[in-house]
């Protein structure tokens, strides 16, 4: 699995657009690219996921460059509830074991 | 939406007992996986569980873990002789078949050693 790296904090407020970027510049030809999201004391929770180009879908958008070494996650117009901990996870399918790193942790301000 | 259950959601127990968690991943998922997260720390892999058999297990599901799938809907984790260092949050995962990358995580059993 490729080793990823992304900021450990990031501030924001409400309202705001918000693009966590990770570098995985180990990624292999197989690899797709996912984010998960927890809040405190709650298990991971699926955001996105994609392999090239942009993926959207009714969270997120993952926009990914032609050498995939890296990714962002954007948030669009974050609210109080978007304040969590958000992963990028490299990896093969089938659906393997998920290696977390620490994430970035995202705090929103009214 | 169909989601992971885990039981129970808080559990205390005396070093050297023994400890069932329980957890019933959704009803048409293929794999099941057991994570821990330690108070302040990553989110660990422990095992992973596929056609009635472990497919991998990392080097903390040492021999005081066990898993089983008793029945149809059930996915246990036995932690034989509890130790301190394992009071964690326990995650159960499921995930549906060979095409995603995504698991769906229960709500966590938080295990408390004394």
């Known amino acids: 699995l490729a080793k990823t790296t992304q900021p450990i904090s990031m501030d924001s407020y409400e309202g705001q657009e918000v693009n966590i970027t990770c570098s995985h510049n180990n990624i292999a030809t197989n690899d797709y690219i996912t984010w998960y999201q927890q809040f405190p004391s709650q298990g991971p929770r699926f955001i996105i996921q994609g392999y090239k180009t942009k993926v959207t879908n009714e969270v997120a958008s993952l926009f990914i460059p032609a050498d995939r070494k890296s990714s962002t996650l954007s948030l669009p117009r974050v609210s109080l509830s978007d304040t969590a901990v958000y992963y990028c996870?490299?990896?093969?399918?089938?659906?393997?074991?998920?290696?977390f790193g620490t994430g970035t942790r995202l705090q929103v301000f009214p | 939406e169909p989601e992971v259950t885990q039981t129970p959601s808080h559990q205390v127990t005396q070093m050297g007992q023994e400890v069932i968690l329980r957890c019933v991943p959704i009803?048409?998922?293929?794999?099941f996986y057991w994570y821990r997260q330690i108070l302040g720390q990553k989110v660990e892999f422990l095992v992973s569980?596929?056609?009635?058999?472990?497919?991998?297990k990392s080097e903390i599901f040492d021999d005081q873990f066990s898993v089983e799938r008793p029945d149809g809907s059930n996915f246990t984790l036995k932690i034989r002789s509890t130790k301190l260092e394992d009071s964690a949050m326990y995650f159960c995962?499921?995930?549906?078949?060979?095409?995603?990358?995504?698991?769906?995580f229960g709500p966590g059993t938080r295990l408390t050693v004394t």
């Open positions: 995962a499921s995930s549906p078949g060979e095409e995603t990358y995504e698991q769906y």
């Open positions: 009803s048409n998922h293929l794999y």
């Open positions: 996870l490299v990896g093969d399918l089938p659906p393997d074991k998920l290696i």
């Open positions: 569980f596929y056609n009635n058999e472990i497919s991998e």
